[in-house]
């Protein structure tokens, strides 16, 4: 499965960016996807994830009522909607897919459990 990420940018704090994750002739079907990010110095972290079957949706703490994850069937797409930017939102976001996973497996998601993985794309949040 090849996943394409896009939709990073610059963006003032307070501000909104929409972010896609595409799996062109591939299908998510009975995967999750998910959204890690990684900021210069610090170690990739799980940002937010999606059932594609069940629609089930999981996020870090620190993006709660901020970012939302998002399916759209019809172009076969994952969308992070982030609002509410902050300056420590910057990292390079990563899209990546793997097998269904449990809710109790989201209190400590690894990036090691995604079998596939999208480039990074940008996103920084100027103060």
């Known amino acids: 499965v090849q996943l394409q990420a896009s939709g990073g940018g610059l963006v003032q704090a307070g501000g909104s960016l929409r972010l896609s994750c595409a799996a062109p002739g591939s299908t998510f079907s009975n995967r999750d996807v998910a959204w890690f990010r990684q900021a210069p110095g610090k170690e990739r972290e799980f940002v937010a994830a999606?059932?594609?079957?069940?629609?089930?949706?999981y996020y870090t703490d620190s993006v709660k009522g901020r970012f939302g994850i998002s399916k759209d069937y019809a172009k076969n797409t994952v969308v992070l909607l982030m609002n509410s930017l902050k300056p420590e939102d910057t990292a390079l976001y990563y899209c990546?897919?793997?097998?269904?996973?449990?809710?109790?497996?989201?209190?400590?998601?690894?990036?090691?459990?995604?079998?596939?993985w999208g480039q990074g794309t940008q996103v920084t949040v100027s103060s």
């Open positions: 999606i059932n594609w079957s069940r629609n089930s949706k």
């Open positions: 990546a897919a793997g097998t269904s996973k449990t809710l109790s497996y989201y209190s400590r998601p690894r990036s090691d459990d995604y079998s596939y």
